[in-house]
């Protein structure tokens, strides 16, 4: 596992990364999870949904909380529906 810092996502659309950070918001809206999530490089949303993490994981979503330190691992994709902040 090698971690990718936030500010080297651009680069990195469709590729599988692991990213480590503190959590610094949760927002659970049902079916979706949403954390924001940084380190020393920048912010960045992750975006869980339910149908497709296994019970163990649920269960371990449900803990975190903000300034948790947590390490996820996943696909970068592109924010959808709206334009990049600058």
């Known amino acids: ?7 080297q996502l651009n680069n990195l659309v469709n590729q599988k990364v692991t990213l480590m950070g503190w959590v610094q918001s949760r927002r659970n809206l049902g079916k979706i999870v949403f954390l924001n999530l940084r380190d020393a490089f920048g912010k960045v949303q992750i975006v869980l949904t339910l149908k497709e993490l296994d019970d163990q994981s ?25 334009e990049k902040k600058r």
Do not use: A, C, H, P
Not at 1 to 7: A, P
């Open 1 to 7: 596992m090698q971690k990718t810092n936030i500010d």
């Open 58 to 82: 649920i269960k371990q979503l449900e803990k975190i909380r903000n300034e948790f330190v947590i390490s996820v691992e996943g696909v970068v994709r592109l924010r959808q529906g709206k």
